[in-house]
Structures are given as C-alpha cells and as structure tokens.
C-alpha cells in the first residue's frame, strides 16, 4: 500500500511536468496567427515543414486546448482560449467542403482550401468533439448548435444511411464495421453527455447501440478482439477478418469502461477489463523488444501492411488511459503494474528530451524511426490527452488513499 | 575486361538459377485451378493466407508468363501457356467493373466480384499489357483488340480529360503529375511498339510526350527527381512537391534509356544516366546500412510514410535493371560497378534461401520485416521480370564481349 502510493506520486510528478513540456511546444510552435488553426507539420525541432491543415488534428486540438483549459488551473490562460476559439472559427469557416453539406475535408490548405476528403466519419467526429467542448468554455450556444446538428448527420450516416459518405458499395465488398466507428460514436456520446442531463438522456439509447457494437468485436470464443466484423457480429474472411489493432482496442476498452461505470455494471466492468484491456496487451505486446505492436493477425499470419511491427505513439498513451482507469476502477494491482510497465517503455522511447513532446513513431527495435513531432496523423492529441487524464486519476486515487496528499 | 567477363558470366549464372528458383515458386503455390487467375497473397512457405484477387498482380502475372514463354525456350511450357489464358479469361471476364465501361477494379474476390476500385489508370495498365502479351503468344486478335481499346481509353484519361477516373478535384486540390503516370504510358508504348512497327508508329507521339512528361520531373537545377510536378513542369509546395521515390527514378532511367536508345539520341541517353541513375542511387542509398531508401525528401526533412526507411525489393529491381541497361548501352564502367554494388546486396538480403522467392520488406537496417512473399502489392512480377531481363542483357554483352560463350 505504502509502495503503491509512492509510485502513484512519482508518476502524478511525472505526468504533470511532461504535459507542461508538452503543451509549451504546441503553443510555441503551431499557432497560425494568420489564418487561425494550427501547424501540425512539425519536425523534431517544430519547424513547420508543410502548412497543410489536417481536420482531425485541428479539431483534436482545439478539444485539447477546451479541456484543459476548463479542467485545469494552470491552463486556464487567455492564449488557450483565443488559440482554440481561432481553431474553431477556421473549422467553422472551412471545413465542410460544400456548406450545408456536412462532409467535411481531411485535408486543408492553409487558408482552407479543401484538397482531399475521407470517405469515413472521423472528421466530421473531430469537429463535433471541439464544437462542443467550445461551447462548454465559452457558453456561445452556436457551437453546441453546430456539435449538435454534426452529431445528427453522423447518427444518420452511421444507423439510418451512409451513402452520403460516399464509400462505394460494389458486388464483392465484404459488409465490415470497423471498431473505430462504434468508438468514436460512443466517444461522441460521453462528450456531450458530461455533466450535462439532458444530453445524456438524449444519447443514451445510441450509447447502449454502441457498446454493444463494440462488444461484437469480442470474437474467437471470447479469446481476441478483432478490428473488423459484420454488423452483425460475425468474423469476415481473409486479412480484414484477421486483423487486429491492439491500440484500437485499448482505446475502446477505457471507453467502455467509463460506460460500464456510469451504467454501474460491474459485470460489465469485469468483462471489458478482460477482453479490451488484458487480452489485447497481452497479445499485443512484443516479447522480444517490449511494445505494443501496430497491428496483428489474429491466426499469426504475418501482415500486409508494411508498418505492421513499428511502435507508434499513440496505441502507448490510450494503453497507459485504459489501465489506470481500471485500477481507478477496480483497486485490482494487475492493472497497476501493468500501468506502469507500459508508462515505463512509453516514457522512456517517446520523449524527446532534447526538444520536447513525443516521437510518435518508432521500429520494432524501439529506435526511432521518424523524427516528425506532428503530422497528418500525429498533432496535439493524444500524448496530452492521457497526461491530463492521468493526472486527473493519479490526483483523484490520492486523495482517495492519502487523504493528507496535496497536488 | 577479363574480370569483367568473368564478372559478367558469375552474374549470369546466378541470375538465371535464380529466376528458375522464383518460377517454380509462383507455379507451385500461386494458380487458382477453379476460377483461373492467381493467388498472390502467399506467406513465407507458399500458403495462400487470402484469396483476393488484385488486378495489378493477376495482370502483371499473365504479362510474366506470356513474356518468359515468348523469350525463353526453356519456359515455352504449355502450362505456362494454360496459366496465362486462364489469367487472361479471369481478366476479362471480371476486371472490368461496370462494362462496357472501361474502369477496373483494384480488387476482386476469387471469383471474381469487384471489391475496391482505385481512382487511378493503374489496373488498366496492367490489364493493358497482360492482353498485349496474350496475343503474342496465342496469336488470337481478341486479346490485341482489348489491348488497343483500353490503351485508346488510357490516354483519353491521361492527355484529355481524367474525369472518368473518379479522381475528384477540389479548391485545393494540387495540379499534380506524379511521376508513375507517364513512365506507366511509356511502358505501354514500349509494349506495343515491340517488333510492330505499325503500333510503334501509331504511338511514336504519345511515346515522345511520355519522354517529356518524364523529363519534367527533372527539379533543382538538374540535381533530383521529384514525384510528383505540375503539368507544366514546376516544383509543387510542401511535402508533396519534395516527395521522392529513388525506386521510381530508376524505374523511368530504364524506360527512358530504351527510348533514348529507340530514338538513336546518345545525348538524351547521357541525360538519363545522370539524372535517373546516377543521381537518384546516389541520394537514395542508404550510407549507414546501404540499401535504397523507399522514399527521401529532397530538402532532407523526415518523411511523413511510416515505410520510408524501410528496403523494399522492387526499387532494388528496378535499380538492377537499370544499370545494367546502361552498361549495355554505354560499356561506362561505374554502370557495371554500381550493378553489382546493388545486385550483390539485392541477393544477399531478399532472397529466401528457405523456400525460395524473395521477402519484399526489410527494415532499414535490412532485416526482414515481413516474411510474405506476395501480396496486395507484390506478385510474381518484380522480381522475374528483372532476372529475365538481366539475363537476357548479361546472354547478349556475353556474345558480344566474349563471341565463344555459350549460355
């Protein structure tokens, strides 16, 4: 006990300074004063190498800069707030590409021309997520206006008819759900759910639709999630069938847990913490060089896709989320040592001492393998995201278990 | 010159083993007696680990077929001859997705039904060359007709108007040629003009803008190649305008030296040596683990493709065939130098001593990262296409160098 709550403080200490770190080279280096938005094309030392506006990574960094700033004290800045709104009102000006259409681009020039667009829903998820965390710090109800009226169309796509999407149907495409659509809905449904009644009355039966989504990718008698499955549960053929993102399903996982622990299921608690936590770590782990592998085939068939064995940042930080949140949970110290062993590799591979924030790409050895900062798929998101909310639940289980403890 | 025969004769012999090596592998593991066409995803042993079907690779096949038993005396076996038309069949019953509509798809289930369509010429183009070769060996007209219809569709595409490809164009979407465009185009014309003087006329126009096009991506002052220009000609902003594919640049250099070599211009075929050889093996071989780098960034920042580090097998082809082309073609020592520089190191680290073909990833490091042999990508093409090629170059400077040889 008294050997936990040392590691609880050393790794509160730990996380709060590395997100001090980390958020003062997003504020040094990508704000664009000009357009609004952000820079997200930054090298190891954060230099803009290209301009372009990635959606998804502006949305998720103005969601960043929103919670931190209404969550933490020493954030609670002028320049977080402004950063964000310019974030939002770039969003709000450019991002669907042809307005009252809600499809919005992937991909932006820098003063927000569209030049390409994904044929999924995360973009459009990624701006629902930032238009509702503006509203909640500045309570202009356009904002939740505009979350709400996205968050509609993303039902409709998703439940009712996805043909405005625009993925074509041919006689041979397989019917695949992945994962990441049933997790990002019910992400959706926990953001505009917090502290909010009506809201989450509003959502709660699509929340219910969505874990149960999400459970049908436990497959393989209960003993492997897989990324890809029919709607109705069953496993597809082939690669897409065998697939797994062991980070994909860590980042549900504590989802699901969240879920589990507002519906106060403890049976369902049990469960996740078992097939979305323990399971994909422990399959997901690399024996030989420590890591959580990209991706795998669930029969140990080698995959296709040329990243397959390299360790990515971000598979690491939602695995660090999903085991302190279990432990939070449940007391159980599994959880915590698995916490900390995952801390122990992220922090030591990712950090950039030299320059700060995280290298978000590494090989299979755990060398470094990109030196970019940020980049079309890597902004200010998912290394601050667990900082705070591990921070968060560090400082919630101390005062839980040492009452006297001062943040 | 007598080490170089020498040289020349040891790397004949390995060649020419080898190839038979790569044929016995395809032919064992890779025919779908069912349906006709290939199965190319294949593991390490030959096991099929996925039935897909891709149209570049079934094409690309039939194409290899047709070519070793049009070439080689030792390869005129019938069942190469029945694999190919069975190929050919399974293409023409069901590459096209929407006939009489020309577009292909990417993907097909094994029997046939299209998956994916990608919004590029690239399926067509195998598909293209696959029928050519087909009428080669059959003497059937059908398949030449196909052959000229798609090809008539190709450059409608690529010179008129690229609608049909589906490729939407937004605000901001960049006037982007990428290299593989043209020197795809020239392929074909190359194709068709073999020993058919009447083709090699009808083309002889389009062959000379290919060159062009191609030359265009020659960027700063003559010292790289970029992948991706304007159709005018010009540097693009950003990571896509300082995009390089050292694999590519050689692919175009052997391209463009039977050109230059068709053409008679020994100025041109110097310009081609300089700039998509020498200078692209130059910046692209990894000095620390040697190799070439899948793709670079002229200015020297981080490449943003996970892969970019990472040694695949077909730049190191391409680059095989490439030099020892312009050895042939020129008798410059460094050519023949630099050949054996790359195959030595191509053998030594792709070849599966085990169960013969290659492995197609290697890490930067050069070992290997998937142990596949085929896949969405990769089939029996590369591969033989540069041991048959190589070998028919080494039978040729042998005779000509040492007239006594025998093969």
Redesign the interface.
């Known amino acids: 006990m008294e050997k936990d709550l040392e590691t609880l403080k050393t790794w509160k200490e730990h996380v709060q300074q590395e997100l001090d770190r980390v958020m003062a080279f997003w504020m040094k280096h990508s704000h664009d004063r000009e357009h609004g938005g952000f820079f997200t ?1 930054l ?2 030392e954060g230099r803009v ?4 506006k990635y959606v998804w990574l502006q949305g998720r960094q103005v969601w960043m800069y929103c919670y931190l700033y209404r969550k933490f004290e020493r954030f609670h800045l002028p320049e977080l707030l402004d950063a964000a709104k310019a974030g939002g009102d770039f969003l709000l000006r450019h991002a669907q ?1 042809a307005p009252p259409g809600k499809k919005c ?1 992937f991909v ?2 820098r003063d ?6 994904q044929r999924t829903i995360f973009s459009e998820c990624f701006y629902t997520m930032a238009m509702n965390e503006l509203w909640r710090i500045t309570g202009e109800s356009q904002y939740q206006n505009l979350a709400v009226s996205m968050m509609e169309q993303l039902v409709y796509w998703v439940q009712k008819d996805p043909t405005g999407l625009g993925q ?1 149907q ?5 019917d695949a759900e992945p994962l990441a659509v049933p997790m990002m809905m019910l992400c959706l449904v926990e953001q505009f759910g917090e502290s909010d009644e009506q809201m989450a009355a509003k959502y709660a039966e699509l929340g219910d639709w969505c874990a149960s989504r999400i459970l049908n990718h436990v497959q393989r008698n209960g003993t492997a999630v897989l990324e890809n499955v029919t709607e109705e549960g069953c496993e597809l053929a ?2 897409l069938g065998r697939h797994q993102n062991p980070g994909h399903a860590l980042e549900a996982g504590w989802f699901m847990l969240r879920y589990a622990t507002r519906k106060g299921d403890p049976k369902l608690l049990d469960h996740v913490i078992d097939k979305f936590l323990l399971k994909p770590f422990l399959s997901g782990w690399d024996p030989d060089h420590e890591g959580l592998f990209y991706f795998k ?1 669930v029969d140990g ?4 896709q ?5 360790k990515l940042w971000w598979p690491h930080t939602e695995a660090m989320v999903a085991f302190l949140m279990g432990y939070c949970e449940t007391g159980k110290q599994i959880l915590l040592r698995h916490f900390c062993q995952i801390a122990k590799y992220t922090f030591h591979k990712f950090r950039d001492r030299a320059h700060g924030e995280w290298f978000g ?1 590494l ?2 050895e755990g060398k470094v ?4 900062k940020g ?2 798929f890597k902004g200010c998101f998912h290394v601050p995201r667990c900082l705070a909310m591990c921070e968060e639940m560090l400082d919630a289980l101390l005062s839980r278990l040492a009452p006297g403890y001062k943040s």
């Open positions: 094309c090298d190891q190498y290209d301009d372009l590409v681009a932006l020039t927000g021309r569209p030049v390409k667009v074509p041919y006689l041979g495409t397989p082939g690669c085939d068939f080698c995959p296709t040329l990243e397959w064995s390299m790409y090989n299979r393998a990109l030196t970019i980049g079309p």
